[in-house]
Nanobody
Framework: QVQLVESGGRLVQTGDSLRVSCKVT????????LGWFRQAPGKERQFLGAVNTWPRRSAYIDDSVEDRFLVFRDNDRKEVYLEMFGVVPEDTAVYYC??????????????????WGRGTQVTVSS
């Protein structure tokens, strides 16, 4: 069983940086691929980035945000983070943390991830 709880979402201004976090409860966090998605009103859930499991533990970011977003994990703290730079109003969305219990490399689809948090709201004012 995996539980995910996001935090850190808030109201920010255009151009700000923001880090959102996800606390992971799992017996085997090191085997999970951990990712971030977002969903804006009226839009589909969008993949942002993820970080693979040991030994690669490499991150991959969607092309649409690769110049502004970072994803990294801390297995000791049992957390995964999404770091956003230079946010714009189009980044306004609910941000979700997700876990792929099978630890597949390069998981990007919503269907690849079996566990989800409830999300944290990020609002970017112009």
């Amino acid at each position: 069983q995996v539980q995910l709880v996001e935090s850190g979402g808030r109201l920010v201004q255009t151009g700000d940086s923001l880090r959102v976090s996800c606390k992971v409860t799992s017996h085997s966090i090191s085997t999970l691929t951990l990712g971030w998605f977002r969903q804006a009103p009226g839009k589909e859930r969008q993949f942002l980035g993820a970080v693979n499991t040991w030994p690669r533990r490499s991150a991959y970011i969607d092309d649409s945000v690769e110049d502004r977003f970072l994803v990294f994990r801390d297995n000791d703290r049992k957390e995964v983070y999404l770091e956003m730079f230079g946010v714009v109003p189009e980044d306004t969305a609910v941000y979700y943390c997700a876990a792929d219990e099978y630890g597949k490399n390069n998981s990007r689809l919503v269907s690849d991830f079996g566990y989800w948090g409830r999300g944290t709201q990020v609002t970017v004012s112009s």
